[in-house]
């Protein structure tokens, strides 16, 4: 079985200051890491995602995401949040593809 | 093309009632998925298409659920005598997996079928 935590429902940060938001898996084999992020009203939107390679993983919007085997996590993170990137982001390991496993979701908060 | 489109948004049924929710993937796309997401939670799984054939399905979809793709584009989801644990987002996503390039793209999200079972 495949499993996701993300320890924190909400993350709050003022705007131009850095970001992380924490995920952390637990899978058999070699893990298919993802985040997404969901806006009001719209869809999941893909952000970036670690099939093999470079730990650090760069995304959209200036997002990246940094893999670490040894703690089994998958942080997400950005240098200098914006207002516009409160939304609520989700961390998933998938196997075979894109039958993911999701986590409960990180409210992220940014504030002029 | 403009992505995944799925049909209702919303909507609104009696317990006991039969809907029927339909995903247009993105054309080229081969591979199709349904999640289904509660307030305040994930998506979960819940099947999946390789062209028309569905390969696998969670244990959460119950026998009152029924997914089809006969002609490897659209996809529909039935939800025979609905109950109210069944209200929930319905999310539908589509990727393209090509075995001998190793290709597998990300999966696209549809903005999904709200369901209220009242």
């Known amino acids: 079985a495949q499993s996701v935590a993300q320890p924190e429902d909400q993350v709050n940060v003022a705007e131009g200051n850095p970001l992380t938001v924490k995920c952390t898996y637990s899978v058999s084999g070699n893990p298919y890491l993802f985040w997404y992020v969901q806006y009001p009203n719209r869809g999941l939107q893909f952000l970036l995602k670690y099939i093999t390679g470079d730990n650090l993983v760069k995304g959209s919007y200036g997002f990246e995401a940094e893999f670490n085997k040894s703690q089994t996590s998958f942080h997400l993170k950005k240098p200098s949040a914006l207002v516009s990137d409160s939304a609520l982001y989700f961390c998933a390991v998938g196997r075979r593809g894109n039958m993911l496993t999701f986590g409960g979701g990180t409210r992220l908060m940014v504030k002029p | 093309d403009t992505g995944v489109s799925q049909d209702p948004r919303h909507k609104i049924t009696k317990r006991g009632q039969n809907v029927t929710f339909r995903c247009d993937p993105i054309s080229e796309h081969n591979r199709l998925y349904w999640y289904r997401q509660t307030l305040g939670q994930g998506p979960e799984f819940l099947t999946y298409?390789?062209?028309?054939?569905?390969?696998?399905k969670s244990r959460l979809l119950s026998d009152r659920f029924s997914a089809e793709r006969p002609k490897g584009s659209f996809s529909t989801l039935e939800i025979q005598r609905t109950e109210q644990g069944d209200s929930a987002m319905y999310l539908c996503?589509?990727?393209?997996?090509?075995?001998?390039?190793?290709?597998?793209?990300?999966?696209?999200f549809g903005q999904g079928t709200r369901l209220t079972v009242v």
């Open positions: 996503a589509s990727s393209l997996a090509m075995w001998r390039t190793g290709l597998n793209t990300e999966a696209f």
């Open positions: 298409f390789q062209n028309e054939a569905q390969l696998e």
